[in-house]
């Protein structure tokens, strides 16, 4: 069975300050993909970034980027000169075929 | 907008009462879910569906049915709602088993009392 687990239940970091997100995987699968999304308060589940299991480049879109280790089965986010707006639930995500297995999420605090 | 809505976005119902959530997608996608959310558990998945009349079931499925008349609607039913259905539910869509990742529907926040 494939599970994501998120270590971090709460993290904090101070405003423009870079802070990483761990996420780890299980799975038996070489065909996958990987993503972060945001949740905020608003409850809107927005996309942040997505990783191909078979591209070792790891994947960046601003000020977010991925530290991807396959063969530790390990998805970290980083976020760079963190903002309020980054304040939100974080969730790592697994996707083989057509079905998402999701960890337990990440609160990020953002401290003025 | 992602052209996916969820209806209603909160709901109180009775404990023993049906209670019917519906999604509505303007993408044409033929992949639609129902997930639940709640503390502690990250997103879990009630029901899938892969195409009109097709669907199947997730790890939670018990409690809920689902159906799928036309390719833009997918209802999720709850028979004889619980307080353990009490949660957060997310609609999402995928193109298919190759897409990249899902688009969320906003949520409906429903509450058994």
């Known amino acids: 069975a494939q599970t994501v687990t998120q270590s971090q239940p709460e993290m904090s970091v101070q405003e423009a300050e870079t802070v990483t997100l761990s996420c780890t995987y299980d799975t038996s699968e070489s065909d996958y993909y990987l993503f972060w999304y945001k949740q905020p308060p608003s409850r809107q589940m927005i996309l942040v970034i997505r990783?191909?299991?078979?591209?070792?480049q790891n994947a960046t879109e601003n000020r977010f980027s991925v530290n991807f280790q396959k063969a530790a089965k390990s998805f970290s986010l980083k976020i760079s000169d963190s903002q309020l707006g980054d304040a939100a639930m974080y969730f790592c995500?697994?996707?083989?075929?057509?079905?998402?297995?999701f960890g337990t999420g990440t609160s990020l605090t953002v401290i003025p | 907008d992602a052209g996916i809505t969820q209806s209603p976005r909160h709901k109180v119902t009775e404990t023993g009462t049906p209670v019917t959530l519906r999604c509505h997608q303007t993408e044409n996608h033929r992949y639609m879910y129902w997930y639940r959310q709640d503390p502690g558990h990250g997103l879990r998945l009630i029901h899938y569906?892969?195409?009109?009349?097709?669907?199947d079931k997730g790890e939670v499925s018990d409690g809920y049915s689902v159906s799928r008349s036309k390719t833009e609607d997918f209802l999720l039913t709850l028979e004889s709602a619980t307080s353990s259905q009490t949660s957060v539910y997310f609609c999402a869509i995928s193109e298919g088993p190759r897409n990249y990742g899902y688009t969320f529907g906003s949520g409906t926040r429903l509450t058994v009392v």
């Open positions: 995500a697994y996707r083989t075929g057509n079905q998402f297995y």
């Open positions: 990783q191909e299991a078979y591209k070792q």
């Open positions: 569906s892969y195409g009109v009349k097709d669907t």
